[in-house]
């Protein structure tokens, strides 16, 4: 008999009343007692020396309590995760336009406005290095640690790529390139800091994802004690992974000028300061080549790219990492040599977004293959079909795929199924055959594996901690820090504990995030706060249970055998107890029924140097289908529908997984037509600073239509058996779209670009009008 | 957002006397769809005296005379685009007031405010030309009609003195027969600035002969335009395939002659030439049979 379980329900959201009625606080919500405001002045340098900043006039200013540059930073001057190069105050230089030189804090907003006008600096230019290819032909080094300006390099190799290339019967070779992206999160970074007015304490609240990292940014910069920094992040309004270093460097400021001043201090950036300072996507090009033979097995892939870095370091070998162990895509091909460099510019910083170095690289690979496809004469479904990875093979990394349903085969055939792609790729290919026809219609497909979680660049310190307390009343308590982003972890993680304990889902609750209740915890990226955080809940729910059996063992004596949790009830031999009674049997013998749950992801087998083995310990399977009209007259794409098949394990909650995937395609489908920062290669300034100029798909640019389709395999490598789905739900829709407005115009692989918007289709569009009167006036003299 | 002073008014004669009385520039508000956003975070506006005349009821609403429409200067893009008159007379400029932004947007933009602000890509604009519409403008108390086309001289300016206010947007009334195109070419489907409009009005005799044709392109050139010349290319005739194709030609080599090569030369000309011919053969259906 198949017992009820929690899991697979689509339990309602527990901040669903709160976000809908308003009462959930943001950071920007937050008003305190004696609160100063502040604001960020930035450079006004791509790139230069700071010789001076000047605030003696703005501290005179009205309202003003406190100004502070670098040099008020007691510790550390720099921060990072991984590689600490980013001033949170720029003190001897500028390496971008979003650097900070100072910032003012004054008793109301209006006040710090006015007095950060004035403010300036002197500056000794340098240089602009606005594109990796100027930076690594400069010889100025924006980083001296990086005198070339690289800041990451990641290969794989299987194979001989380069034989097989020689030996290949039908080769494609090309190029992609792929622009920054905007986060786009509704709510623009803000941050409160409090002080303690008993000791150098500060608690900070605000809209950010990592808040562990941050407190030891804070501890290293400021010289307090990490336990005397205390973050609770605030109800956040979006973030796609980029509340994470950009929220940290204005905690870093903010909680400067609170101890400083002992007042609690606020920053709330604009959505202009937000985009000027921000992070993006890696902008990255592609040089791709694929050999196959004669009957469409793929038998070669080569695939450097360089990626954008920005002014700091940031993410950008992690992402490198992921361009070039998952760019390869998920077939079953022997030689392969994937290559990805990171180049330090004078550009935003490029880091976490949703995807992390994929949605470019699954763009480039699909879109590639779809040329080799018509090459060969076969549809974009026959050979996928043909190559993609079944059960037990090795994948293009080196991973032998037996320790799961490998099931992207079956993801692919649901996806294509829901838009009829194989019947409509065959009409579309013939209507669009007529010269007449000026509205062309195109289905495109695209597929993808992902790894869960950080991956073998992160093995050893991938871990995720719970806190997990039963109460007297039987309520159980979980304290957990991977934080809450707007897609129903907190819930899910309820699940998981209700499902660990085997007890109804009321009896759990949740504490507010606080990193002074929970146990330091990786944050809540790389889609892995159901997998990580599912490790660690089992992990304390196994400890808990043990307590509750210690003390039912000193009542009923140490022979009462197996216990088993389930349905809110307890049993063993043949006692039958309600949860609760367990519970005041454990309190009665002074037990402490709490537990601190720890998961690691195991360390795979990588070798770094060849590039070779296991780059994950598990893998997502994810198919996106799209079909599109584009307009010959005006270069205009129109996505008629589409659809988002994945495999993400064991579906924890059916209505969240499939809001992430409706999310997720309208994420992939504003990165492949419309946004655009309008970043200038020659002064590294981004223009369009706002969403009046920085265009997001609309509700009427978003069919009714799309599809999310889940089809879970619980994963025997994670405890509940779900995986990841965050950034699944959004890499392979750009290459869909894609794929289609290439089919639709006739010719795979045209489009070389993000975005392509109305300017990139109408070019490819006049070819065709050109090739049409050519062949018409040909047609004409044969004729005659 | 700094201002010098607010006042508001609730008609047009207390308008000139605040006007009269202001001391300084003056902003005039109406929809604020373009003042809020303008003075958001810089000090453009701190020197002027802000008069608000989107409370004066005689500026708001659209009626009719024999030969015409007049449309209330602070009359929303949503009520133009919705007024029955409108949809009746002048059908082109409903469907070009409900092209422009987004419902919030249309709900409180007005069609005076949109020619004051003179933006080039302003959605109603090739409409309003091709139609001949006029504007009522006072100043003092004195009213005078120029033709909508004649108030503007670059992108964002007009000869409109600080004290004059457009009070009325006069629409010659279209006979049933009159048939026409609007197509608005934006980079999404709402909330978007026009990369470019086309905005076609013409009439025929029962033969199949043009008696009157206007055509323009929006959001592309520094101001509104007619063209007397393309006009003149199809009036007299039954026109066919290759007029249609000769017309679009003209209209989009217009571009380059009129705003000069620029970047968005490259895209805009083949789109006005083939949108054109689009809206014409969709005009010219049943006479090109």
Not at chain 1, 163 to 178: P, S
């Amino acid at each position: 008999m198949k017992r009820p379980s929690t899991l697979g329900k689509n339990i309602e959201r527990i901040d669903a009343w709160a976000k809908a009625e308003g009462t959930a606080q943001y950071g920007a919500d937050i008003r305190l007692n004696n609160m100063l405001f502040c604001k960020n002045v930035y450079s006004e340098r791509a790139h230069a020396k700071l010789l001076a900043v000047h605030i003696g006039e703005a501290e005179k200013m009205p309202g003003v309590v406190k100004v502070v540059t670098g040099k008020d930073i007691p510790g550390a001057k720099m921060f990072g995760e991984l590689f600490r190069d980013q001033y949170a105050l720029a003190c001897d230089r500028v390496r971008y336009f979003g650097d900070v030189i100072a910032v003012v804090a004054a008793e109301t907003q209006e006040q710090a406005n006015e007095a950060a006008k004035r403010i300036y600096a002197d500056y000794e230019d340098l240089p602009v290095l606005a594109s990796p290819k100027m930076a690594m032909e400069s010889d100025i080094a924006i980083n001296p640690e990086y005198p070339d300006n690289i800041c990451g390099e990641v290969h794989v190799n299987k194979g001989d790529s380069e034989a097989a290339l020689k030996e290949a019967e039908v080769i494609v070779k090309t190029n992609y390139k792929t622009h920054f992206v905007e986060h786009a999160y509704l709510e623009p970074e803000s941050v409160t800091a409090v002080p303690s007015p008993m000791r150098d304490e500060v608690t900070v609240y605000g809209s950010m994802q990592a808040p562990y990292n941050a407190r030891i940014s804070i501890h290293r910069m400021l010289n307090i004690p990490m336990s005397q920094i205390i973050f609770k992040p605030s109800t956040v309004g979006g973030s796609f992974g980029g509340k994470i270093e950009t929220a940290e460097a204005n905690a870093i400021r903010v909680s400067l000028i609170a101890l400083l001043t002992k007042r609690p201090a606020q920053v709330t950036l604009t959505r202009d300061e937000s985009i000027r300072e921000s992070y993006k996507r890696h902008p990255i090009e592609f040089d791709i080549e694929i050999g196959a033979k004669k009957d469409g097995t793929m038998t070669a892939l080569r695939m450097l790219s360089i990626l954008d870095a920005g002014a700091y370091i940031n993410m950008s070998p992690p992402v490198a990492y992921k361009t070039a162990v998952l760019g390869v895509g998920p077939y079953n091909v022997d030689n392969v040599h994937s290559c990805s460099t990171a180049v330090l510019t004078n550009n935003n910083h490029t880091g976490s977004m949703r995807g992390f170095g994929t949605p470019q690289s699954i763009f480039a690979l699909e879109n590639t293959i779809d040329t080799l496809a018509a090459k060969l004469g076969m549809t974009p479904t026959e050979f996928r079909r043909k190559n993609l990875l079944r059960n037990g093979d090795v994948s293009p990394c080196g991973h032998l795929m037996d320790f799961h349903e490998v099931s992207i085969v079956e993801v692919m055939e649901k996806a294509a199924e829901a838009i009829d792609f194989d019947r409509k790729f065959k009409q579309y290919k013939e209507e669009n055959k007529d010269p007449k026809r000026r509205v062309r219609r195109g289905v495109g497909i695209s597929t993808s594996m992902r790894g869960a979680s950080v991956g073998a660049d992160g093995n050893g310190f991938d871990v995720a901690r719970v806190l997990i307390e039963v109460m007297k009343d039987a309520s159980i308590h979980t304290n957990i820090g991977l934080v809450e982003i707007g897609q129903g972890l907190r819930t899910v993680q309820m699940m998981m504990v209700a499902e660990g304990m085997g007890v109804k889902l009321d009896r759990v609750t949740l504490g507010e995030t606080d990193t002074s209740r929970s146990p330091a915890t990786g944050a809540c990226i790389a889609s892995r706060g159901t997998m990580l955080g599912g490790g660690a809940i089992a992990d304390a729910c196994r400890s808990l249970k043990l307590i509750l059996n210690q003390g039912l063992s000193m009542k009923y004596g140490d022979d009462i055998g197996e216990v088993t949790y389930e349905d809110d009830r307890v049993r063993f031999g043949e006692y039958d107890l309600s949860f609760d009674e367990v519970v005041d049997i454990a309190y009665g013998y002074n037990l402490t029924p709490a537990a601190i749950g720890t998961y690691a992801i195991p360390i795979t087998d990588w070798d770094e140097e060849k590039g070779y083995g296991e780059p994950f310990y598990s893998y997502t399977y994810s198919c996106h289908a799209a079909e599109v009209e584009v307009d010959l007259d005006t270069g205009a794409v129109h996505v008629v529908k589409m659809a988002g098949c994945h495999d993400p394990g064991r579906i924890i909650n059916p209505q969240f997984a499939e809001g992430q995937i409706y999310g997720g395609l309208t994420m992939g489908q504003g990165m492949a037509l419309i946004e655009d920062l309008g970043h200038s290669d020659k002064t590294a300034a981004i223009s369009n600073l706002n969403f009046n100029n920085y265009l997001l798909p609309t509700a009427m640019d978003v069919p009714d239509t799309n599809e999310p389709i889940l089809n879970g395999h619980p994963d025997p490598r994670s405890a509940f058996g779900g995986r990841s789905l965050g950034e699944p739900a959004t890499e392979p829709a750009a290459a869909a779209i894609a794929c289609a407005v290439n089919m639709a115009l006739g010719k795979p692989g045209a489009i070389k670009e993000l975005p392509f918007n109305l300017e990139r289709v109408m070019e490819i569009a006049q070819e065709i009008d050109k090739q049409r009167d050519v062949d018409a006036a040909s047609a004409a003299v044969d004729k005659a | 957002m700094k201002i010098r002073n607010y006042i508001q008014v609730k008609t047009v004669e207390a308008f000139h006397e605040a006007a009269k009385a202001a001391d300084g520039p003056i902003t005039i508000l109406a929809g604020g769809t373009d003042v809020l956003v303008n003075g958001r975070e810089d000090d453009v506006y701190k020197d002027c005296t802000v008069i608000d005349i989107f409370p004066v009821e005689a500026l708001h609403g659209v009626c009719e005379t024999e030969n015409m429409l007049l449309i209330g200067a602070c009359t929303t893009h949503e009520a133009i685009s919705h007024d029955p008159l409108v949809k009746q007379y002048a059908p082109i400029l409903a469907e070009a007031c409900g092209a422009v932004g987004s419902l919030q947007t249309r709900n409180r933009a007005t069609i005076g405010g949109n020619l004051a602000n003179a933006s080039p890509a302003a959605d109603t604009m090739s409409a309003l030309a091709v139609l001949h519409a006029e504007l009522v403008i006072e100043r003092d108390g004195e009213a005078r009609v120029e033709p909508m086309t004649a108030i503007f001289t670059k992108p964002y300016k007009t000869n409109l003195a600080q004290n004059d206010l457009i009070t009325t947007i006069r629409v010659p009334k279209q006979s049933p027969n009159v048939r026409y195109d609007y197509v608005k070419v934006g980079r999404r489907k709402v909330l978007s600035i026009s990369r470019m409009t086309v905005a076609t009005l013409l009439e025929m005799d029962n033969n199949g002969v043009v008696t009157r044709f206007d055509m323009t392109v929006g959001a592309t050139f520094p101001r509104p335009m007619l063209f007397p010349d393309i006009s003149a290319m199809l009036v007299g005739k039954r026109p066919s395939e290759q007029d249609i194709i000769g017309v679009a030609k003209a209209l989009s080599d217009k571009i380059p002659e009129i705003a000069g090569i620029r970047k968005s030369t490259i895209y805009k000309q083949p789109v006005c030439r083939n949108i054109s011919e689009r809206s014409l053969r969709k005009l010219f259906a049943d006479i090109l049979k």
